[in-house]
Antibody, heavy 119, light 112 residues
Framework: EVQVLESGGDLVQPGGSLRLSCEVSGFTFRSYAMSWVRQAPGKGLEWISAISSSGNTTFYADSVKGRFTISRDNSKNMVFLQMNSLRAGDTAMYYC????????????WGQGTLVTVSS | DTVMTQSPDSLAVSLGERATINCKSSQNLLHSSNNKNYFAWYQQKPGQPPSLLLYWASTRESGVPDRFSGSGSGTDFTLTINAVQAEDVAIYYCQQYHTTPPTFGQGTKLEI
């Protein structure tokens, strides 16, 4: 059974930093790309970042480029999202999602971790 | 970026009726090399993460009831839910994975 578990969400002040973690199990982690998708309160879904199976290639939405960094540790079945220079507009539930064989298609999602940016 | 536009924004149907949700893409999602539409539907029930319903526009994900069906090609797609059940109350999102960044529609809220 595939499991995806995010952690690290918290209340942080504007301009602050936070590191999200995502631990997965139930599939050959090193064979699949992984993504982060966020959802602001009461709003829709926004893809923000992806990382290739090897970790050599990363992708970012324009809204987070230069502020967020995605990484992975294939020895620990984990994905990370380092978030810097946080803004109120980054307040959202952050979901870690497994990409299917087709990158950008998300076949498993975690329950999410809530990031609140507020003073 | 590819813009995905869903209609309607919300939909109320009676139990056992059919629900139809449309999605229009600003770009052609049909890949000429394999004749596949890089298009998916997700369901998000209240308080839960999204879950994949259909991909390649019409292929049901494992475990998805056959009352859910998808159709369309190119830029226009439809999700049909036959004989709607109470458990189908959710927000439905369309999504393209043809180009990066993958983008979602704004969502359609299905109510009974």
């Amino acid at each position: 059974e595939v499991q995806v578990l995010e952690s690290g969400g918290d209340l942080v002040q504007p301009g602050g930093s936070l590191r999200l973690s995502c631990e997965v199990s139930g599939f050959t982690f090193r064979s699949y790309a992984m993504s982060w998708v966020r959802q602001a309160p009461g709003k829709g879904l926004e893809w923000i970042s992806a990382i290739s199976s090897s970790g050599n290639t990363t992708f970012y939405a324009d809204s987070v480029k230069g502020r967020f960094t995605i990484s992975r540790d294939n020895s620990k079945n984990m994905v990370f999202l380092q978030m810097n220079s946080l803004r109120a507009g980054d307040t959202a539930m952050y979901y870690c999602a497994k990409d299917a064989r087709e990158v950008g298609l998300f076949d498993y999602w975690g329950q999410g971790t809530l990031v609140t940016v507020s003073s | 970026d590819t813009v995905m536009t869903q209609s309607p924004d919300s939909l109320a149907v009676s139990l056992g009726e059919r629900a139809t949700i449309n999605c229009k893409s600003s770009q052609n999602l049909l890949h000429s090399s394999n004749n596949k539409n890089y298009f998916a539907w997700y369901q998000q029930k209240p308080g839960q993460p999204p879950s994949l319903l259909l991909y390649w526009a019409s292929t049901r994900e494992s475990g998805v009831p056959d009352r859910f069906s998808g159709s369309g090609s190119g830029t226009d797609f439809t999700l049909t839910i036959n004989a709607v059940q109470a458990e189908d109350v959710a927000i439905y999102y369309c999504q393209q994975y043809h180009t990066t960044p993958p983008t979602f529609g704004q969502g359609t809220k299905l109510e009974i």
